[in-house]
């Protein structure tokens, strides 16, 4: 160890292995980002000590789970980055590991990085790896990962009352049961017989057209060129969307939907999202469907890079960055 008032580089994690290597007791405490005032305690001596911890010994501690392609991926510098990768080859690890090399040896805070996957087990799983990961770094906030919805619910709960569609942030999320029986008392409600029309299979129907980006209005549109099954499922769309409004309600869809149409009508809001998520990492890319496309861009409009994962059948996106560094 340097004698008192020496200054090395590193992470706080670090310094607590560099003391236990040494036999030193003491505590350390962050005092402005990675720079740690370390209080050290060897038999009757007692030093303060500003230490940032030498950075080849930790990136040797820290990279030396990965092999050569994963260590790569994890220490790119910003922008695209497309990785091809077989399955079981450590997709989420890098993952992991490239938001806890943000934070440890870029000085990124942990709350500029977003992670979404898309089940809440994976997204789960990648936070308990993340917090593994930087055990022992006193950051004072985590980074933000989640599924696709429950970061619209977010971003809807604080925001949606500024698209003046006449929603407040206290609207409820309807499940596929509320879904399916709302649908089901549309069918009925229009003197239709919903075993002809099965509500199941008609809620599926709005759903798929709400995922191509369809409304009541343009799926009508096409329907009456069509033929009258497709007709009649129209007059129920239009039906179920009046009555969620009424509601102040939404479907699993209408999270996408409303949280894309708030940030791509209200700038504001896009601009604050935009410079609070510097890196944005997308798991399972391959997966993404329009909507969920639209949402990644609009994120991350102000700098349109991407550094993604792929691997055959699928596509791993770790959002890729710009000046300020972002991932996705």
């Given at each position: 160890?340097?004698?008192?008032?020496?200054?090395?580089?590193?992470?706080?994690?670090?310094?607590?292995?560099?003391?236990?290597?040494?036999?030193?007791?003491?505590?350390?405490?962050?005092?402005?980002?990675?720079?740690?005032?370390?209080?050290?305690?060897?038999?009757?001596?007692?030093?303060?000590?500003?230490?940032?911890?030498?950075?080849?010994?930790?990136?040797?501690?820290?990279?030396?789970?990965?092999?050569?392609?994963?260590?790569?991926?994890?220490?790119?510098?910003?922008?695209?980055?497309l990785i091809l990768a077989g399955a079981g080859s450590g997709k989420t690890?890098?993952?992991?590991?490239?938001?806890?090399?943000?934070?440890?040896?870029?000085?990124?805070?942990?709350?500029?990085?977003?992670?979404?996957?898309?089940?809440?087990?994976?997204?789960?799983?990648?936070?308990?790896?993340?917090?593994?990961?930087?055990?022992?770094?006193?950051?004072?906030?985590?980074?933000?990962?989640?599924?696709?919805?429950?970061?619209?619910?977010?971003?809807?709960?604080?925001?949606?009352?500024?698209?003046?569609?006449?929603?407040?942030?206290?609207?409820?999320?309807?499940?596929?049961?509320?879904?399916?029986?709302?649908?089901?008392?549309?069918?009925?409600?229009?003197?239709?017989?919903?075993?002809?029309?099965?509500?199941?299979?008609?809620?599926?129907a709005i759903s798929a057209a709400k995922n191509r980006g369809e409304d009541?209005?343009?799926?009508?549109?096409?329907?009456?060129?069509?033929?009258?099954?497709?007709?009649?499922?129209?007059?129920?769309?239009?039906?179920?969307?009046?009555?969620?409004?009424?509601?102040?309600?939404?479907d699993f869809d209408d999270l996408l939907i409303k949280t894309v149409r708030?940030?791509?009508?209200?700038?504001?809001?896009?601009?604050?999202?935009?410079?609070?998520?510097?890196?944005?990492?997308?798991?399972?890319?391959?997966?993404?469907?329009?909507?969920?496309?639209?949402?990644?861009?609009?994120?991350?409009?102000?700098?349109?890079?991407?550094?993604?994962?792929?691997?055959?059948?699928?596509?791993?996106?770790?959002?890729?960055?710009?000046?300020?560094?972002?991932?996705?």
């Amino acid at each position: 160890m340097s004698e008192p008032g020496a200054v090395a580089s590193g992470s706080c994690a670090c310094l607590k292995r560099v003391a236990r290597r040494s036999g030193i007791q003491g505590s350390v405490v962050i005092k402005h980002r990675l720079v740690s005032r370390f209080v050290i305690t060897r038999g009757s001596e007692t030093a303060t000590r500003v230490i940032k911890c030498n950075s080849k010994l930790f990136m040797t501690d820290f990279l030396s789970q990965l092999n050569e392609q994963q260590r790569e991926a994890v220490t790119s510098s910003d922008g695209p980055l497309l990785i091809l990768a077989g399955a079981g080859s450590g997709k989420t690890r890098v993952i992991a590991h490239r938001i806890a090399y943000l934070i440890a040896e870029r000085g990124v805070w942990p709350r500029n990085i977003l992670a979404v996957t898309f089940t809440n087990k994976a997204a789960e799983e990648m936070r308990n790896r993340v917090t593994k990961l930087i055990e022992g770094l006193e950051i004072g906030s985590a980074p933000f990962i989640s599924t696709f919805h429950s970061l619209c619910v977010r971003i809807l709960r604080r925001d949606i009352e500024t698209l003046n569609a006449g929603y407040t942030r206290s609207f409820t999320i309807y499940d596929q049961d509320d879904t399916v029986r709302l649908t089901r008392n549309a069918i009925r409600d229009l003197g239709m017989d919903d075993k002809q029309l099965a509500p199941r299979s008609v809620q599926s129907a709005i759903s798929a057209a709400k995922n191509r980006g369809e409304d009541a209005e343009a799926f009508a549109a096409k329907a009456q060129f069509v033929d009258e099954r497709r007709a009649s499922i129209a007059r129920v769309f239009q039906v179920y969307e009046e009555r969620l409004h009424q509601n102040n309600a939404l479907d699993f869809d209408d999270l996408l939907i409303k949280t894309v149409r708030l940030l791509r009508d209200v700038p504001e809001v896009r601009e604050r999202y935009n410079e609070r998520f510097r890196y944005l990492l997308v798991d399972e890319y391959q997966d993404t469907n329009q909507l969920q496309f639209g949402l990644i861009r609009l994120l991350t409009e102000k700098q349109q890079k991407h550094l993604c994962r792929r691997r055959p059948g699928s596509v791993d996106l770790i959002a890729g960055g710009a000046p300020t560094s972002r991932t996705f």
